[in-house]
T-cell receptor, first 113, second 112 residues
Framework: EAGVVQSPRYKIIEKKQPVAFWCNPI?????LYWYRQNLGQGPELLIR????????DSQLPKDRFSAERLKGVDSTLKIQPAELGDSAVYLC???????????FGQGTRLTVV | DAKTTQPNSMESNEEEPVHLPCNHS???????IHWYRQLPSQGPEYVIH???SNVNNRMASLAIAEDRKSSTLILHRATLRDAAVYYC?????????????FGTGTRLQVFP
């Protein structure tokens, strides 16, 4: 069975440009997370979905970040416009709600120049 | 969100046991204790979790203090592939608290 799939793996953009990340969770997983991980730090939760509902987006910088999860399956995280400080690895994870194990994708490494 | 405290780094020799401590004095009665690890250039991966009793699986053992304010992840025989950052996380069980909040973790170095 395929794990959590993220694309692209790497992205380099100029500041002020938009960027989008895509995540395909494991089939049947109703919980989906987006995390941001800066170098040397632990992952920081940006948003959590239960099915198509964003139940926790308190850490999402809403002035420039947006996310959607259409039909409760795939999800997209967007940044517009990107800033230099947005350079990080963006991780997607999925799980069955209330289940023990969350599965993470390999992440998208974003570099803003 | 309940917080955890872990040492920044630890070292071990290959084939020796490793005990990774975690303090979580503000744990609530319904929080599970989860451990994840992150290998270089990879996303985190689940290791083990528990509520009150000690737990064993193929990867590790989890020892939970009787008052649940601390726990220890035990790798019985460290290998070079166990070199990673280990995160201790408290995860709630309710709809609003079912989330994984990572700290800075413990970086484990394993020497041959």
């Amino acid at each position: 069975e395929a794990g959590v799939v993220q694309s692209p793996r790497y992205k380099i953009i100029e500041k002020k440009q938009p960027v989008a990340f895509w995540c395909n969770p494991i089939s049947g997983h109703n919980t989906l997370y987006w995390y941001r991980q800066n170098l040397g730090q632990g992952p920081e939760l940006l948003i959590r979905y239960e099915n198509e509902e964003a139940v926790d987006d308190s850490q999402l910088p809403k002035d420039r970040f947006s996310a959607e999860r259409l039909k409760g399956v795939d999800s997209t995280l967007k940044i517009q416009p990107a800033e230099l400080g947005d350079s990080a690895v963006y991780l997607c994870a999925s799980s069955v709600q209330g289940d023990a194990e969350a599965f993470f994708g390999q992440g998208t490494r974003l570099t803003v120049v | 969100d309940a917080k955890t405290t872990q040492p920044n780094s630890m070292e071990s020799n290959e084939e020796e046991p490793v005990h990774l401590p975690c303090n979580h004095s503000t744990i609530s009665g319904t929080d599970y204790i989860h451990w994840y690890r992150q290998l270089p250039s990879q996303g985190p991966e689940y290791v083990i979790h528990g509520l009150t009793s000690n737990v064993n699986n193929r990867m590790a053992s989890l020892a939970i203090a009787e008052d649940r304010k601390s726990s220890t992840l035990i790798l019985h025989r460290a290998t070079l592939r166990d070199a990673a950052v280990y995160y201790c996380i408290l995860r709630g069980r309710s709809y609003n608290t079912d989330k994984l909040i990572f700290g800075t973790g413990t970086r484990l170095q394993v020497f041959p």
